[in-house]
Structure formats: structure tokens, C-alpha cells
């Protein structure tokens, strides 16, 4: 059996070198609310768990194109994320939160 200082430093050793999650692929699984699974849905995030990125969110913008035939305004619309899609995520440090940065 090793010494009790050892084992002392292997557990402070274990305690100062967490694993962090950093950057994953994640898979959306309900909108409304919006959940998130990492690791085959062994980690489930929504609500206040989540940081989210414009481009993950449903929006309008006005556009205006000036061609040689003139100049033509519209609005165009960007989709937001649908169950299923796969998005790109950074976790905290604290591996409690994921930021959505983009759809993949």
C-alpha cells in the first residue's frame, strides 16, 4: 500500500488536473426548449446552460443588391437550428456550459 503522503499528492494531483471538454461537436435535440446532447447524450445542456451565437438563431435582415440593372431591396431569412442538426461547441472551463458557435 503506498505511503499516506502519496496518496495525499496523488489526489491533489487529480484534483488540479480536471479533464476539460473544450471544443465538440454537439447534437441539437428539442427547440422549444432548445437541448443540446454531447457524447451520445451522455451530457444534456439547455436553459441557462447554453451561450448562443447569432448564427444559431432565426433571423430577418434587409438586403440591397445594386446590379447593372438596377437597385433591388428585400429581406432575407435566416433559419434557425432544427432537431438534428450537428453544431460546434466550446465548453467552459468548468465543463458546465457550452457555448453554440455555428451549425456544421
Request: proline content about 1%.
Amino acid at each position: 500500500m503506498a505511503r499516506w503522503d502519496v496518496r495525499l499528492a496523488k489526489q491533489f494531483k487529480k484534483r488540479d488536473n480536471e479533464e476539460k471538454i473544450g471544443a465538440i461537436v454537439g447534437i441539437v435535440e428539442g427547440i422549444d426548449p432548445l437541448t443540446v446532447s454531447i457524447y451520445n447524450g451522455q451530457g444534456i445542456f439547455s436553459g441557462d446552460k447554453l451561450y448562443v451565437a447569432k448564427e444559431c438563431t432565426e433571423y430577418t435582415m434587409q438586403v440591397t443588391v445594386t446590379t447593372g440593372d438596377g437597385t433591388y431591396t428585400g429581406t432575407a431569412k435566416h433559419e434557425g437550428l432544427k432537431k438534428g442538426d450537428r453544431v460546434a461547441c466550446v465548453a467552459t472551463d468548468d465543463n458546465q456550459k457550452l457555448f453554440l458557435l455555428g451549425v456544421m
